[in-house]
């Protein structure tokens, strides 16, 4: 739907582009972009924060912020989608990926895209963009975990080669996994073991 300028030296920012002519620059998360995730958060709708969060929280909790402005600069990678709404930068989009309780190998993402910007390719770009940072660190395999209901998000993680499977310590949810370096295959199915109590991209471990 988007089209991607990319830079051939990742992980640089990359400047996105819809097809309705809506520009956002996705960049890795910065110290000082407490104010802009904060906004950005305590926006969304009540469904989007769920489904991001898996908890009904109405505003980002101070511990979760600094956990989403500090991701581990070695093993995970943390972007911003920022817009300018008048003169002002506005994110739209937050992706990451983290290491959890699973093998060295893998890494845990979640996503989320700005309600009224949400249906015009973003996301599809940022998930692009982790499985592209991944792949850069050695990272072998991608997994993320979905609510039920979430229909968007598992049709995207579909698109992108994801298989989706019973998650086995959370009835609310599925895993999708995507072992980097195979080609996407639509449909595909892979059986991905669930550590119970892992941490996850979702939220900060406790
Ligand atoms: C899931 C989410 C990230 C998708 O982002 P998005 O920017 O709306 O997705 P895109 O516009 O890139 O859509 C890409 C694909 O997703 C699927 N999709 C998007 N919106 C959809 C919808 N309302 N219903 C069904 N499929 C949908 C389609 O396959 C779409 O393909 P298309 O390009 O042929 O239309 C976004 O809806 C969101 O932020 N949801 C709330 C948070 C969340 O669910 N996070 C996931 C936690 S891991």
Same mark, same amino acid.
């Given at each position: 739907m *988007?089209? &991607?300028?990319?830079n051939p030296n990742p992980p640089a920012p990359v400047l996105w582009s819809s097809a309705d002519c809506r520009l956002a620059l996705l960049r890795p998360?910065?110290?000082?972009?407490?104010?802009?995730?904060e906004a950005f958060v305590n926006g969304l709708s009540p469904q989007s924060r769920m489904r991001r969060f898996h908890t009904g929280v109405k505003t980002l909790p101070p511990s979760w912020l600094q956990w989403m402005l500090h991701p581990d600069p070695l093993r995970d990678v943390a972007l911003l989608a920022i817009a300018v709404d008048g003169r002002q930068p506005v994110c739209? *989009?937050? &992706?990451?990926?983290?290491l959890g309780d699973g093998p060295p190998g893998e890494r845990e993402f979640a996503l989320v895209v700005a309600d009224d910007w949400q249906g015009v390719g973003l996301g599809s770009e940022l998930l692009r963009q982790l499985g592209h940072r991944a792949a850069l660190q050695g990272v072998e395999r991608l997994v993320g975990d979905v609510m039920r209901d979430n229909l968007p998000m598992i049709e995207l993680a579909r698109r992108h080669g994801y298989a989706v499977r019973t998650h086995r310590?959370?009835?609310r949810l599925l895993q999708v996994a995507r072992s980097l370096g195979d080609a996407p295959r639509h449909g595909a199915t892979?059986?991905?073991?669930?550590?119970?109590g892992a941490?996850?991209?979702?939220?900060p471990a406790h």
């Open positions: *988007g089209a &991607a300028i990319t998360v910065r110290e000082h972009d407490a104010p802009l995730i739209v *989009g937050e &992706a990451r990926f983290a310590g959370d009835p892979r059986a991905v073991a669930h550590r119970p941490a996850s991209a979702a939220l």
